[in-house]
Each structure stands twice: as C-alpha cells, then as structure tokens.
C-alpha cells in the first residue's frame, strides 16, 4: 500500500470515528431501558466500520480529487441521509 493510500484511509478511518462518538452519544440517549447498551454500542461500531468509505468524502473532496484532513465531520456536507439510512438497515438485520 501506498502511503498516499494509507493517509486516506486514516483519515476516512479518522472520520467514521467522529461519526460513530455523535451518533453513540445521541442514540444511547434515546433507548428504552431495556435495550443491552452494550450489545447496541458494538452493533453500532461494526454496521459503521462496515459502511462504504465513500459516503465519508465530500462531494467538493470528490470533485477536486483531494482529500481535507483536518476537516469535522460538521464541516465535510456528507450525505448522513445515505449514511444514516446505511445504518438503520444494518441496525435492523439480524
């Protein structure tokens, strides 16, 4: 692998991080009591690790071939309808 390649995919890496730490804090706060937290967090870990890396780079990064780093997740306009949508279904399979 390329280090090129390799910076790239730490900063999408960097960037599923990010995402993952809002959406833990905000789902947690809204599951019934009876919900295992724990089995939820992991769930939720997984279904986005697994999720396609280019829903993680922004149409302007697209456009101009080249990847922001130091830009939040705030910052990039992603698609979180497509994101989110991604990790509804992959919430609800069993």
Do not use: C, H, W
């Not at 890496?13 to 939820?40: C, G, H, M, Q, W």
């Amino acid at each position: 692998m390329e280090q090129k390649q390799f910076d790239i995919i730490s900063i999408i890496a960097s960037r599923k991080a990010e995402f993952y730490i809002n959406v833990r804090n905000k789902l947690l706060e809204t599951l019934p009591s009876n919900v295992d937290k724990k089995k939820a967090r992991t769930q939720l870990r997984r279904v986005i690790a697994d999720l396609d890396n280019r829903l993680f780079i922004s149409e302007e990064e697209k456009a101009s071939n080249m990847i922001k780093p130091g830009l939040s997740i705030a910052q990039l306009k992603l698609d979180t309808k497509a994101i989110l949508d991604q990790i509804i279904k992959g919430m609800t399979e069993t």
